[in-house]
Structures are given as structure tokens and as C-alpha cells.
């Protein structure tokens, strides 16, 4: 069994995120207030912190996979609110909440989904416990979920707490360094929509493009 978060993350269009892209891995202001205040203040010293750490692993990545970089990576700290909102936005831009909406009518004529259980609320909250950090290459950006970011070692915890953060945060860098890599040289946007409505070609090529990075 798999107690901590691993990710094998979406690499192309939501259809692959969402079937294919799965692995075991608030804030409300009136005013600026001190809360927000400092959950800006985490958030752009985490955004320094990834971009630091993926800096220092990307030209290794490339070497080992042998792609070179042919243009720098960009790098997006998201929360778990703003992940939601670019699910919402991929959904509601391909189609996907009606996609998704005939296929729990489907697996629920056969007995696959319980009654009550929708696709997509399931999927999106599955995407906000698990996902640490996926490639979106309609904007090419490496996003990195804020949870996953190294901080400074706890007060209470033995060193080696923050050396296992950092190494896992590396392994699923390294993942997702390798999908921007392929999009730079293969144009993964363009090869998902070349294949829209074929279903064994989105999942040979989904799984080339993860194994790959895996």
C-alpha cells in the first residue's frame, strides 16, 4: 500500500488528466487582512523556493532524458482553490462536464458508480487531495501544488524530515520536467487534439508520454 503522495500528473488535454493522469500522492477576505497578508507571503516564498529547487534539477533532467531545453520552464505555485479553478476552466473548455456527465449515466446503468456518485465532483476532489504538481502545456507552465514545496525544518521533527520533503519533491519534479521537455520538442497540445474520439489512440499515446516521464 502507498501511504505517501506519488504523482504520475496530467500532461495534455483534462480528458488524459483526469482518466489517466492519477496516482497516490481558503482564503475569504473582506479587506486585506493579516491572514490574507501572509498567505501572499507564503505563497510567494514558496513560488522562490520551487523555482530555486526545480533550477537547480532541470538541466540533469534533460541530460538523463536526453532533450535539451530549448526555452526556460515556467513555474506556478498553485492552491488547492486555484487548482480547482483550472480544472473548471479545462472542463468547461473541451466539453468535459457533459463528457463527463454521459459517462456516470453510463457506468451507473452497468453498476460501476453508485447512485448518488457524479464523475466530475468525484474526480475534482480527487484532484485536490492527491494531485502535488502537474504540467499544463495549453499555457506551459509547470504547476506545483503549494503543499508540496519544501518550507524549514519543523522544530519538533528530526532532520531527516526535510531531506525526505526535498527528495520527494524532486521525484515528482522530475516527472513533470520531463512533460515540458516533450511538449517543447512534440507539441503535446496539438498531439490532443489530433486525437479527439479515439480512445485507444489517447490511451497509447498517454501512456508512452507517462511512462516516459516515469
Same mark, same amino acid.
Request: aromatic residues 6%; hydrophobic residues 45%; charged residues 25%.
Given at each position: 500500500m502507498i501511504t505517501q503522495p506519488l504523482l504520475v500528473s496530467p500532461m495534455d488535454s483534462w480528458r488524459t488528466s483526469i482518466l489517466f493522469g492519477l496516482l497516490l500522492l481558503p482564503s475569504i477576505g473582506f479587506a486585506e487582512s493579516a491572514s490574507s497578508t501572509a498567505t501572499k507571503t507564503r505563497q510567494q516564498s514558496a513560488q522562490r523556493v520551487a523555482q530555486a529547487l526545480i533550477g537547480e534539477i532541470v538541466a540533469e533532467v534533460a541530460e538523463l532524458?536526453?532533450?535539451p531545453i530549448k526555452k526556460p520552464l515556467r513555474v506556478q505555485v498553485e492552491t488547492d482553490k486555484g487548482l480547482s479553478e483550472f480544472v473548471r476552466r479545462s472542463l468547461r473548455a473541451d466539453k468535459g462536464i457533459e463528457f463527463l456527465a454521459?459517462?456516470?449515466?453510463?457506468?451507473?446503468?452497468? *453498476?460501476? &458508480?453508485?447512485?448518488?456518485?457524479?464523475?466530475?465532483?468525484?474526480?475534482? $476532489?480527487?484532484?485536490? !487531495? !492527491?494531485?502535488?504538481?502537474?504540467?499544463?502545456?495549453?499555457? *506551459? &507552465?509547470?504547476? &506545483?501544488?503549494?503543499?508540496?514545496?519544501?518550507?524549514?525544518p519543523r522544530l519538533m521533527s528530526p532532520s531527516s524530515w526535510f531531506r525526505r520533503n526535498r527528495r520527494m519533491f524532486r521525484t515528482v519534479m522530475a516527472h513533470e520536467i520531463v512533460?515540458?521537455?516533450?511538449? !517543447?520538442?512534440?507539441?503535446?497540445?496539438?498531439?490532443?487534439?489530433?486525437?479527439?474520439?479515439? =480512445?485507444?489512440?489517447?490511451?497509447?499515446? $498517454? $501512456?508512452?508520454?507517462? *511512462?516516459?516521464? =516515469?
Amino acid at each position: 500500500m502507498i501511504t505517501q503522495p506519488l504523482l504520475v500528473s496530467p500532461m495534455d488535454s483534462w480528458r488524459t488528466s483526469i482518466l489517466f493522469g492519477l496516482l497516490l500522492l481558503p482564503s475569504i477576505g473582506f479587506a486585506e487582512s493579516a491572514s490574507s497578508t501572509a498567505t501572499k507571503t507564503r505563497q510567494q516564498s514558496a513560488q522562490r523556493v520551487a523555482q530555486a529547487l526545480i533550477g537547480e534539477i532541470v538541466a540533469e533532467v534533460a541530460e538523463l532524458r536526453g532533450l535539451p531545453i530549448k526555452k526556460p520552464l515556467r513555474v506556478q505555485v498553485e492552491t488547492d482553490k486555484g487548482l480547482s479553478e483550472f480544472v473548471r476552466r479545462s472542463l468547461r473548455a473541451d466539453k468535459g462536464i457533459e463528457f463527463l456527465a454521459k459517462q456516470t449515466r453510463m457506468m451507473r446503468l452497468v *453498476g460501476l &458508480v453508485p447512485a448518488k456518485v457524479e464523475l466530475y465532483d468525484a474526480a475534482l $476532489s480527487l484532484l485536490q !487531495q !492527491q494531485v502535488a504538481g502537474l504540467y499544463d502545456p495549453a499555457a *506551459g &507552465v509547470l504547476k &506545483v501544488m503549494s503543499k508540496m514545496v519544501p518550507g524549514k525544518p519543523r522544530l519538533m521533527s528530526p532532520s531527516s524530515w526535510f531531506r525526505r520533503n526535498r527528495r520527494m519533491f524532486r521525484t515528482v519534479m522530475a516527472h513533470e520536467i520531463v512533460h515540458a521537455l516533450q511538449d !517543447q520538442h512534440w507539441n503535446l497540445k496539438n498531439l490532443a487534439r489530433d486525437r479527439r474520439g479515439q =480512445t485507444d489512440l489517447e490511451t497509447a499515446l $498517454s $501512456s508512452l508520454f507517462e *511512462g516516459d516521464a =516515469t
